[in-house]
C-alpha cells in the first residue's frame, strides 16, 4: 500500500507542477484582474531577513498591524540566528542569494572505531535570469543538521552530488521546491512555518522523492520556542518511509541553544532513533554537549563537540541484534571555511 501510494504521488506531481505553471503564466497576463485585498507587498531586506520595516500594503495599517509584525520579528530574530551561527542546512534549502559556500573538515575520535577524518564541500550557487529562483547545489542527500544531531550520525560515511534546485511556490509561511541532481534523484520539499502562538514556531518539511529507482518519503517536525533571548528551544521530530525496507524510522531530538556572545556558542543535544519494523525498538541514545566558536576571521568556525550513546546494533536484515546495548564516549572536532557572500545572511546582533 505504502509503495502504491509514494509510487503514485510521484507519478501525479508533474501534472500537479504543469498546472501550477500554467496558473502562474495566465496570473501574469491577465492584468485586468484587481489584487486581492489586504495584500502585503514583502520586500526582503538582504542585511536583516527578519525586517519588515520596508514591507508595503494595499490598506491602512493600524496598532494590531504593528503589534504583529513586532511579534513575528521576535519570533525570527533567535531562530534565525542560531541557525546561521550553526551553519544549519536550512541556510541553503531556503535557498540564499548570490552565492554560498561551506568547507567542513570533521576529526572524530570514537571509542569502538578509533580515529575518523573526514571533510566535505556544500554550495548554493543562484543562477541569473531566474528571478532568484534556480540555484546550482553541490550538497548531501540527508540533512547535515539532523544528521549531526542523530546517535552515530557523526561517524557515518557521507557523499555530495551536483545538483539543480527550483523554487516553485513561495509566500511568507510556506516554500515548494524540486531539485535534481546526477545521482540520479529527484525531490520534491514542501515547508510549512506557523506561529502557534506568540513565539512558538511549528515548521513542518515534507519530501518527497525517487532515487535510483527507489521511492521514498521524510517527514520533519521541528517545535522551536525562543526563551528571553539568549536561549532556543528546538524539538524535532523524523520518520522516514522507503521501498529499501519496511515499517517507519524515526528520530526525535530536543535541543536547547545558548547564545553566549555573538562570537561562541553552545548546544545541550539528546536525541533517540529507532525502527518499527521488523523490530520494534530504540537503536540508539545520544547525550551531547556542542561548543561553536567563531574565531580569527567572520568566515572561520570551529566545534568541539564530547557526546554519550547507547547503541544496539543489528545485522543487515534488521531483524537480529547482533551486538546488545552497550555505552560508548565519542569526541567530535569541526573546522569549517564559509566562502561567498555568505556574511550578508547573518543576521544582526539582536542582544
Known amino acids: 500500500m505504502l509503495k502504491k501510494f509514494i509510487r503514485a504521488t510521484l507519478t501525479g506531481i508533474p501534472y500537479v507542477l504543469l498546472i501550477i505553471t500554467f496558473s502562474v503564466q495566465a496570473e501574469g497576463e491577465d492584468k485586468v484582474e484587481k489584487e486581492p485585498e489586504y495584500t502585503i507587498h514583502r520586500k526582503l531586506n538582504t542585511e536583516d531577513p527578519c525586517d519588515r520595516g ?27 540566528w542560531f541557525d546561521n551561527f550553526f551553519a544549519s542546512d536550512r541556510i541553503l534549502s531556503e535557498g540564499v542569494a548570490g552565492t554560498y559556500v561551506r568547507w567542513r573538515n570533521d576529526f572524530v ?28 547545489t553541490f550538497e548531501n542527500d540527508e540533512d547535515e543538521s539532523i544528521r549531526d544531531i542523530t546517535p552515530g550520525g557523526n561517524a ?11 523554487d516553485l511556490k513561495q509566500n511568507t509561511r510556506s516554500k515548494f521546491n524540486v531539485s535534481v541532481s546526477l545521482k540520479p534523484r529527484i525531490r520534491f520539499r514542501y ?37 528571553r533571548q539568549a536561549f532556543l528551544f528546538r524539538s524535532s521530530s523524523e520518520g522516514k518511509l522507503s521501498e529499501e525496507y519496511d515499517g517507519v ?6 535541543i536547547l541553544f545558548q547564545r553566549i556572545n555573538k562570537k561562541s556558542s ?21 547525550l551531547g554537549v556542542r561548543y561553536r566558536r567563531n574565531f580569527h576571521r567572520k568566515w572561520l568556525f570551529y566545534e568541539i563537540v564530547p557526546e554519550m550513546t547507547w547503541p544496539v546494533t543489528l545485522d543487515k536484515q534488521r531483524d537480529e541484534v547482533i551486538v546488545g546495548r552497550r555505552s ?11 566562502f561567498g557572500n555568505a556574511y550578508k545572511h547573518r543576521y544582526k546582533d539582536y542582544i
Open 328 to 338: 560508548k564516549w565519542q569526541l567530535f572536532f569541526r573546522l569549517e571555511v564559509h
Open 191 to 227: 515547508r510549512y512555518t506557523y506561529p502557534i502562538y506568540e513565539q512558538l514556531i511549528l515548521r513542518l518539511t515534507q519530501e518527497v522523492q525517487r532515487e535510483e529507482a527507489v521511492h521514498s518519503a521524510r517527514t520533519l517536525i521541528d517545535i522551536e520556542q525562543p526563551i
Open 156 to 166: 557515518a560515511a557521507t557523499t555530495n552530488t551536483l545538483g539543480l534546485q527550483l
Open 109 to 136: 575520535f570514537d571509542e569502538e572505531e578509533s580515529f575518523k577524518f573526514k571533510t566535505a564541500v556544500s554550495f548554493s550557487v543562484e543562477l541569473p535570469g531566474f528571478q532568484d529562483r534556480l540555484r546550482l
Open 266 to 286: 553552545l548546544s545541550y543535544e539528546s536525541s533517540m532513533n529507532g525502527i518499527t519494523e521488523p523490530l520494534t525498538r530504540a537503536l540508539n541514545y545520544r
Open 54 to 80: 520596508q514591507d508595503t500594503y494595499d490598506y491602512e495599517t493600524s496598532w494590531y498591524d504593528k503589534t504583529q509584525v513586532y511579534i513575528n520579528s521576535r519570533f525570527c530574530e533567535p531562530a534565525l
Open 249 to 254: 524510522d524515526w528520530l526525535q531530538a530536543f
